[in-house]
Structures are given as structure tokens and as C-alpha cells.
């Protein structure tokens, strides 16, 4: 688990609170409060090892049991192998009318910062992205916005050790300047995480992050590993 101190490093950009007010407030008062997750295979829950060990339905069944309201439910509109470009041209099919919360996963799907002939493709995403903040932002319900940033500890496609352990391997940087204009809130797993999976912490540990395949956790306790392979968080504990 992460102390306090990390938790705070996460909480990345608070931007404006209004929206987020208005539905912690519904979910003070035991009202109805619509939650919605889109992104890419770390929120549709790859590596968890059971649905409920999932990021979002581990947040959500917090917020029901933080505010005894069981009136919060939630959709997971999160797709692996997509991009913020999927989301974008499909928000309004996705994305429900009476969402009051919605969070944002796509740091780790959509291009990284410019790399040698991929500029036409990272330009398109981060249009992309600000397309689907917009109309998200512009949904009649004024849902509040959390953009969730994971973190990975390599690539999974070339399998290169020359990316394990890349800080910059992470789409965040150029998220957070949309979060600076459209005052959206959002959330770092990489600033929370990234030094302890450095140093190797109880629960942080990626020695199992090694090339393109899934580590076995046959026989190894669940509070070791932080990833189940390069990318996706492991159930038990980057999940949690």
C-alpha cells in the first residue's frame, strides 16, 4: 500500500472543484451518483486476477462503503488495444447522459512524447484526447473529469530492456497541459509509484517485469510484485 505522503504526490492536479463537489455531495446525501471508466486494458482490468480486484471496482465499492450510499454505481466503458481516439468518436455511446463522475485512462495507450516517425500519429491522439475531454466536459449531465494516469515499467511490444524503467515512457505529461487548460482534475500512479518500483519496495517489486510474457505468481505472495507484467498492474496490489 502507499503511504500518505505518495498518495499526495499522486493527486497531481486538483484543477476545478465544482463538479467534483456536486457529486461528492449526491454521494453525501445518499442520493444516485453515476460513475463512468473509460480507457484502455489497466481499467477494463487486465492483471487483476478477479473482476472485483479491478482499479474501478475496487474505487467504487470504497466510495459506496466511505459514504454508506448504495446508490453509487458505475459503468466501465474501457476497451484494451484502444486509444483516446476510439473513446472520442464514440463518447456519446459509451459515456451514459446521467454520468456525474467520469474517469480517464489512456496514458499509457495513446503515443508517447514524439518519437522518430510517429509524429503524425502522436499529434493525432492528443487532438483526440482533447476531443474526448470536450465532449465529456460538454455531456448535459456536466460530469466531473478525473484523468487517471498509470504507470508501466517497459514495452510490451519490442520487449526492449532498454525501455524498462523509462520514467518518460507515459503519455501523462502532455494530458496534464489539457488538465491545465480545462481545469480537470488528475490522478499519477507514476508520481505516487514510480520511486518505490525503483527501489524495489515490498509491493512495488518489478523484478517479474522482464520481456513481453505475464509472470507466473504460482507460490509468490500477493503483496510482492506491483505489475503483472510490464504494463498492466497485478490484482493484489497495483490494482489496489
Known amino acids: 500500500m502507499l503511504h500518505h505522503r505518495d498518495r499526495e504526490l499522486g493527486m497531481l492536479y486538483m484543477g476545478a472543484r465544482e463538479r467534483a463537489r456536486a457529486a461528492l ?47 453509487i454505481t458505475f459503468f466501465n466503458a474501457a476497451k484494451g488495444a484502444t486509444n483516446s481516439n476510439f473513446a472520442a468518436t464514440c463518447t456519446h455511446d459509451i459515456v451514459k447522459n446521467d454520468t456525474d463522475l ?39 449531465s456536466r460530469p466531473a473529469v478525473v484523468v487517471f494516469s498509470a504507470c508501466r515499467w517497459g514495452d510490451p511490444v519490442t520487449a526492449d ?41 515490498p509491493g512495488f517489486k518489478t523484478d517479474n517485469c522482464v520481456g513481453r510474457e505475464r509472470a507466473s505468481f504460482i507460490d509468490v505472495p500477493d503483496d510482492v510484485f506491483f505489475l503483472g507484467d510490464c504494463t498492466h498492474p497485478y490484482g493484489p496490489t497495483g490494482h489496489n
Open 25 to 71: 455531495h449526491k454521494m453525501m446525501m445518499g442520493q444516485p451518483v453515476h460513475i463512468g471508466f473509460v480507457g484502455g486494458s489497466v481499467t477494463e482490468g487486465v492483471g487483476s486476477v478477479f473482476p472485483w480486484q479491478s482499479w474501478p471496482n475496487r474505487l467504487v465499492s470504497q466510495l459506496v462503503q466511505v459514504f454508506a450510499n448504495d446508490n
Open 102 to 140: 467520469v474517469f480517464v485512462e489512456y496514458s499509457i495507450n495513446d503515443a508517447v512524447r514524439v518519437v522518430s516517425g510517429e509524429e503524425k500519429q502522436q499529434l493525432l491522439q492528443r487532438k483526440s484526447f482533447e476531443v474526448l475531454i470536450r465532449r465529456l466536459l460538454t455531456m448535459p
Open 161 to 201: 530492456p532498454e525501455y524498462q524503467g523509462n520514467f518518460l515512457l507515459n503519455a501523462e505529461t502532455d494530458f496534464l497541459e489539457w488538465g491545465l487548460y480545462y481545469h480537470t482534475s488528475a490522478l499519477s500512479c507514476r508520481a505516487a509509484a514510480f520511486q518505490q518500483m525503483l527501489a524495489g519496495a
